[in-house]
């Protein structure tokens, strides 16, 4: 591993963040976490950031905007398209899941209630969306 890894979790869920950092820190990555309770949010943090994350992890269901909404714009901008974007969600619809492949979604992490399996999750995601970029 090389250098300081920036990821972005997007969750209206505080808990949800929570839990994303500290399974982040048991993974042993150097990392900086930068959090948004909405879409909305994201994309304004994102506009103004001068070092873009290496990876995107966005919930789907959210007040404000949600993730498919958030998606889509962060694909037609192209400062932000190229950040892999995973999105996390609780919804094992596969039409949630096919919907946000079409979007550009480079990964589908279903939520998991096991903190002990999340760890383990995010570094599958981060390995198969990024190759050697984890």
Same mark, same amino acid.
């Not at 997007?10 to 929570?18: C, E, S």
């Not at 309770?37 to 994102?46: K, P, S, T």
């Not at 498919?68 to 400062?79: D, H, R, Y």
């Not at 990964?107 to 390995?127: E, G």
């Given at each position: 591993?090389?250098?300081? &890894?920036?990821?972005?979790?997007?969750?209206?869920?505080?808990?949800?963040?929570?839990?994303? /950092?500290?399974?982040?820190? /048991?993974?042993?990555?150097?990392?900086?976490?930068?959090? =948004?309770? *909405?879409?909305?949010? =994201?994309? /304004?943090?994102?506009? &103004?950031?001068?070092?873009?994350?290496?990876?995107?992890? +966005?919930? +789907?269901?959210?007040?404000?905007?949600?993730?498919? /909404?958030?998606?889509?714009?962060? &694909?037609?901008?192209?400062?932000?398209?190229?950040?892999?974007?995973?999105?996390?969600?609780?919804? *094992?619809?596969?039409?949630?899941?096919?919907?946000?492949?079409? +979007?550009?979604?480079?990964?589908?992490?279903? &939520?998991?209630?096991?903190?002990?399996?999340?760890? =383990?999750?995010?570094?599958?995601?981060?390995?198969?969306?990024?190759?050697?970029?984890?």
């Amino acid at each position: 591993m090389s250098g300081k &890894k920036i990821l972005m979790i997007v969750d209206d869920d505080k808990d949800n963040r929570l839990f994303f /950092e500290i399974a982040v820190r /048991e993974l042993g990555i150097n990392f900086e976490c930068v959090c =948004a309770e *909405n879409g909305l949010e =994201a994309i /304004e943090l994102l506009d &103004k950031m001068t070092v873009l994350p290496d990876y995107i992890f +966005l919930d +789907l269901n959210m007040p404000v905007m949600g993730g498919k /909404e958030c998606l889509k714009v962060l &694909k037609m901008n192209a400062k932000l398209s190229g950040v892999p974007v995973i999105m996390y969600s609780t919804s *094992n619809y596969m039409e949630d899941i096919e919907s946000t492949k079409q +979007l550009g979604a480079a990964y589908y992490m279903p &939520k998991t209630p096991d903190v002990v399996r999340l760890p =383990a999750d995010i570094a599958l995601a981060m390995v198969t969306v990024g190759g050697n970029r984890f």
